[in-house]
């Protein structure tokens, strides 16, 4: 255990707690109530806001813009791109979530696009989303990945190297990467693979710690340790997902800074 | 204790269960799950219908008329004006959710042009969204209302008669007023601020007891006081927010008369 | 109980759980979440997708399409006859949902033009709205059936026999009428009818369990009776709609194949 990461973990999350930051979120119909549920758990404001009238203005007052295209639709990705030069502009971070890439060539289109035009601070996927946007062959069915990718830290970071952001692969073990720093993150249960916006709600948590900590790489590490310990305090509790996510929920709201220091397992590999 | 206001309460919650009302909702896409269920577990039937081809068609069948801008864009604001003109011409009453107005000008905007093209029957927000419509300044974070203004009162009475509608602010004393009543209501627990979509689910509550009750000032003080009772018992049940959702559904369902006309704190201050 | 109906349904379910088959849904936005994860449970994996850039591509990797159209607007209807033609040159089976038809002319109008259109597989709704689809008086009141149609046996046949389809009409007794065949199913709760989407939820099952049984009237039997059988299980731990959900989800999640071949209760009458 790194005690010392461990503490700047607690400490971020402190500071959510604290500051309780806006995260403006463009994203998906499925997931909709419960990003902005666990956003509120954790201790930030949530907001929701994707018409062409408003992104920009929404955007300037959040700490951090949430893309997610897990239902995309032409007119909610020029919103994105609106809110994402917003944000660019006034140097507020971008978390990008690319649901489903790699299933249709549009989803990985319009992924590549927001990467390209934009400057990202976080990409999440899982393996399969992100192995398609690096060039592998992940395989996608519908949102989920299948199978693993070979060499996903090779992957990330290039893809951290190319896009010079943050690159996150959700797992059983997550991996982090940046230009100079590979971290991995041991927390989570497998419950979180029975419910539906897992994923979803693991990038608006890292959209609420990058919103107070300009360390993204640390930030995002942070958030997934968080959100991984809240699932395995809650499975303790859990008979099936319905009662999973119920405690899951109250496990994020309760998390204390003792259980965080005591629990989170980021292991810092480079 | 206001038993006669209790009892009255009690029997606008009883009209509901019997005549079953249909509550047509053009709302947003964060909570609509969770308003439509609000509304079957009090006893009415929620509708969500949005499209310009049905609209008109569909609160012509209702007991009233929910609009909230929570993730509003354009076409659905024609199709909440559509509706609402044609809810105006059948005498069937109209609840406005201001979500988020001040936050940005679009809301703000929106919420106005609603206000003076529409009757409102009833205009429900926290005070940082009531502040802002009533001119003064209200402060928005996203959609959370952050401090409160000054002599809410007075905003709800001037706001009340501008436009001819009841006008309610949401807080820890719900302030309801009309040309010639305020009540406040006390019921609530702290716990409903920890989850998104009480406020809209309240606004909700508040078409089903006015699908029933002309009175409009009465059946919003009637509707926030049964839901806000139905929170208090479900928070003894709750370990968190997630418990605590799954307390609330339930208590509202199970919400007696005798509960009611015991539990309700309604006071009627003119 | 028929113990080969019984066997013949837990065989298609533990199929499901093998096959993992992709169901895409084109639906309405407040039943997303509950249908993805109602998805997940049983075993299949759901994905939503209805921008007209990408919907064909996504039915081409699915074993079935269900449309629903709780929400309609004329784009996405766009895209559900889009994917509707890609499933049906693929023989993918198309589970049609008509929620509200009946309630606006618009909802009725759509519901048969799907059906004139596409050759779908499997038509789900009450028996108000397939009252309505079959020209005998079904009422409807938003979403909700509102009394029962007379003969409804001969009302599906003869909607099976024009469109050449199973239709189902969900009820506490279910009807699974196709052209040679009558099943009825006992299997379910009342407190199905306090939440809202419990019909979308169905119809998402019967999605499931077509991905995977090109005997679609035996599917839709088979997944109406393992869906109410997990009802009756979690009925017995609720205390109210809030708790029935979280358990109802829990049940679908842990259901067994014995507990399949003992619980269902499908009755075949032609």
């Known amino acids: 255990m790194n005690k010392e990461i461990n503490k700047k973990a607690a400490e971020i999350f402190q500071r959510i707690k604290k500051q309780k930051p806006l995260v403006h979120q463009i994203t998906n119909f499925v997931v909709m109530n419960d990003t902005a549920n666990i956003t509120l758990h954790i201790g930030a404001l949530p907001v929701m806001a994707h018409a062409k ?13 949430v893309l997610n295209i897990g239902t995309l639709q032409a007119d909610w990705v020029e919103s994105m791109k609106l809110a994402g030069r917003k944000a660019n502009s006034l140097g507020i971070p971008i978390i990008l979530d690319p649901v489903g890439a790699g299933a249709t060539s549009y989803r990985t289109k319009t992924s590549l696009e927001l990467l390209q035009n934009l400057q990202i601070s976080v990409l999440r996927g899982n393996s399969g989303e992100i192995g398609v946007l690096g060039g592998v ?12 990718i070979k060499n996903p830290e090779s992957v990330a970071c290039e893809l951290a190297k190319k896009y010079g952001c943050t690159v996150v692969i959700s797992g059983k073990r997550d991996i982090i990467a940046d230009l100079n720093n590979i971290y991995y993150v041991d927390n989570g249960h497998e419950l979180l693979t029975t419910l539906t916006g897992t994923g979803c709600m693991a990038t608006s948590i890292i959209g609420a710690f990058c919103a107070v900590e300009k360390d993204y790489s640390l930030a995002a590490a942070s958030g997934l340790a968080v959100y991984g310990l809240a699932a395995e305090l809650a499975a303790k509790k859990a008979k099936g997902p319905g009662s999973f996510k119920v405690a899951f929920f109250d496990a994020v709201y309760n998390l204390t800074t003792e259980e965080i220091i005591r629990g989170v397992r980021i292991v810092k590999a480079k």
Chains 1, 2, 3 share one sequence.
């Not at 009238?53 to 813009?65: D, F, H, P, S, Y």
């Not at 395989?139 to 693993?148: A, L, P, Q, R």
């Open 137 to 148: 062959r992940g395989e996608v069915k519908g949102v989920e990945s299948i199978g693993d």
């Open 53 to 65: 009238e408003e992104v920009e203005e929404m955007t300037a007052m959040a700490g951090a813009l």
